[in-house]
C-alpha cells in the first residue's frame, strides 16, 4: 500500500472512529433526557431516538471503525497482535461492538414500547445510561491508548522481533510491560464501579 492510500485509510478510520464516539454521545444526552425529563412524549421520543441512532449511526460507525482499523494494522509495522497497545485497543474495541450488536435489539424492543405505550406507563419506562457511559469510556481509552502508544511487545511480538533483529537484540523486551497489568487492573475498576453505580441508581432498562 502506498503512502498516499495509507493516509486516506487512516483519515478514513479517523472519521469513523470520531464519529463513533460523537455518536455515542448523542446517545447518552437522549438517554439522559428520559430519566430525567417529566413529560411522557420527551420519553417516548428520546427511545424512539436512541434506537434510531443506534442502529444507522453508532453500529456503521461502528463496524466501519473495526474494518478500518483491522486494515491499518495489517498495513503498518504496528502489526495486530504485536504490540500490547494495539492488542489492547483491538479488544476492546470488538468487545464493545459485540456488546452493542446483543444490546441494540432490547433497545428496538424498548422504543417499541415507548411508541406503544400510554403517558402514564412512559414515566416509568427509565433510560439507558449504563451502556453509553461504559461503552464511552472505552472508546476514550482505546483513544488515548491509539495516541500515546505505550511500548511493550506481546509474546508474539517478541519472538518476530527475535526472528528479525536475533536474539540478542530482542532480550531487552522478554518482558511484560509494567503497565499493562496496571491498565487492566484501572479499566476493571472503573467499569465495575459504573455497573454498581447503575444498579444502585437504577439507571435505565428497567423493562427487559
Known amino acids: 500500500m502506498t503512502p498516499g492510500v495509507r493516509k486516506l485509510v487512516l483519515i478514513v478510520h479517523l472519521a469513523f472512529s470520531i464519529g463513533w464516539i460523537g455518536a455515542v454521545v448523542a446517545y447518552l444526552v437522549l438517554g439522559v ?11 417516548r421520543a428520546a427511545w424512539i431516538g436512541m434506537d434510531l441512532t443506534g442502529w444507522y449511526a453508532i453500529v456503521p460507525l461502528a463496524l466501519g471503525s ?27 474495541t470488538m468487545f464493545s461492538v459485540t456488546i452493542l450488536l446483543l444490546h441494540m435489539p432490547t433497545v428496538s424492543a424498548q422504543a417499541l414500547v415507548a411508541h406503544e405505550s400510554d403517558p402514564a406507563a412512559l414515566r416509568s419506562l427509565g433510560g439507558d445510561l449504563f451502556h453509553p457511559s461504559a461503552g464511552l469510556f ?8 491509539n495516541v500515546y ?39 476493571l475498576g472503573i ?13 435505565g432498562m428497567r423493562h427487559h
Open 33 to 43: 433526557s428520559a430519566v430525567t425529563t417529566a413529560n411522557a412524549e420527551t420519553v
Open 66 to 92: 473495526v474494518l478500518t482499523g483491522i486494515l491499518m494494522a495489517i498495513v503498518t509495522p504496528w502489526g495486530l497482535f504485536r504490540h500490547y497497545w494495539v492488542l489492547i485497543s483491538f479488544a476492546l
Open 138 to 145: 472505552i472508546l476514550l481509552v482505546v483513544t488515548v491508548l
Open 149 to 187: 502508544k505505550p511500548r511493550g511487545l506481546t509474546p508474539y511480538g517478541r519472538r518476530k522481533q527475535l526472528a528479525v533483529c536475533g536474539q540478542g537484540d530482542a532480550i531487552s523486551t522478554a518482558t511484560t510491560a509494567p503497565w499493562v497489568k496496571t491498565f487492566a487492573i484501572v479499566a
Open 191 to 203: 467499569l465495575l464501579l459504573l455497573a454498581v453505580l447503575h444498579h444502585l441508581l437504577g439507571g
